[in-house]
C-alpha cells in the first residue's frame, strides 16, 4: 500500500482496517498490525509512534520482521522482505511543496519487493492529494498531483507491459468538487468548480493488461472490489 497522505487516512484504511470511523487513525494503524501486509509507504507516523494510548507500534513492526524506514532515500535502500515506510509524522507535502517523486519510488521499491512473490501481488498505490486539490478548489493543485499520480500509472504499465500477466485498474472513490474545463474560446483551458465536497459525478475506470474486459461498462464502485477477486482468481 503506497499513498500521498497519512497511512492511515481513508483510502489505505479501506484496504486494511475495520473500525467505524475514518477519524479514528490510532485504532486503524493498530489494525495494520493485524494483518500481514507485505509493504506500505506513507506519511501517518506519528499514529504508529506517538499514540494517545502511549504504545509504540514501530517496535511492534520490528517483531514481526518490519524494516523501518523513515525517509525515501531510506525506503529506496529496501530490496527484500517486509517494509513499513514512514515519510512524514502526518500528511506528506504537496508536491509544489517540494514532495519530490516520493509516490513514484514508492511505487517501484513496492513492485521490486512483490515481485519476487511467485504467488503473485496486489499493490494500492494513491495518488492522495488529487481530491484535496479538488476540496480547495485549486487548479493548479489537482494539476500538479495528479501529473506525479502520472508518473506512477507510467511505471505501472511499464511493468505490465514487460510482465504479461498483470491488471492495471486506475480509478477513484469519487469526484471532488464538481470539476470542469471551459476556455476553449480563448485556447486557455482553465478550471471550474461548483462545489468544496465530494459529488455524485460518475467516474471512470480505466482497466490495462489482463483482464481488463472485466471493468467495461457501468456499474457501482462497490462491484470494482468483487471484479479484482474475480481478476485475480479468488473464488
Ligand atoms: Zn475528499
Redesign the pocket.
Known amino acids: 500500500m503506497v499513498a500521498t497522505c497519512n497511512i492511515t487516512d481513508a483510502t489505505p484504511s479501506s484496504f486494511i482496517a475495520h473500525q467505524p470511523a475514518r477519524a479514528m487513525m490510532d485504532e486503524i494503524a493498530a489494525d495494520f498490525l493485524k494483518t500481514d501486509i507485505d509493504v506500505f509507504i506513507g506519511g501517518g507516523r506519528k499514529h504508529f509512534a506517538q499514540r494517545k494510548d502511549g504504545k509504540n507500534l514501530v517496535e511492534d513492526l520490528k517483531a514481526k520482521n518490519y524494516q523501518i524506514a523513515n525517509s525515501i532515500e531510506e525506503v529506496q535502500q529496501v530490496k527484500s522482505g517486509k517494509l513499513a515506510g514512514f515519510l512524514a509524522d502526518e500528511n506528506p507535502v504537496k508536491i509544489s511543496e517540494g514532495r519530490g517523486d516520493q509516490l513514484l519510488v514508492s511505487f517501484q521499491t513496492a513492485l521490486n519487493i512483490l515481485n519476487q512473490s511467485k504467488k503473485g501481488f496486489f499493490i494500492m498505490a494513491e495518488g492522495s492529494q488529487i481530491?484535496?486539490g479538488?476540496?480547495a478548489n485549486d487548479t493548479q493543485y489537482i494539476v500538479n498531483e495528479m501529473l506525479d499520480f502520472d508518473k506512477a500509472i507510467g511505471a505501472a504499465f511499464d511493468f505490465a507491459d514487460k510482465d504479461g500477466n498483470t491488471l492495471v485498474i486506475i480509478t477513484a472513490d469519487h469526484e471532488?468538487g464538481g470539476f470542469s474545463l471551459n476556455g476553449l474560446k480563448d485556447g486557455v483551458v482553465d478550471g471550474k468548480f461548483t462545489t468544496k465536497g465530494?459529488t455524485a459525478v460518475m467516474i471512470p475506470v480505466f482497466a490495462y493488461g489482463k483482464g481488463a474486459e472485466l471493468f467495461s461498462g457501468i456499474y457501482n464502485n462497490n462491484d470494482i472490489f468483487h471484479k479484482m477477486l474475480k481478476a485475480f482468481g479468488f473464488k
Do not use: Q
Open positions: 481530491d484535496w479538488g476540496h471532488t465530494h
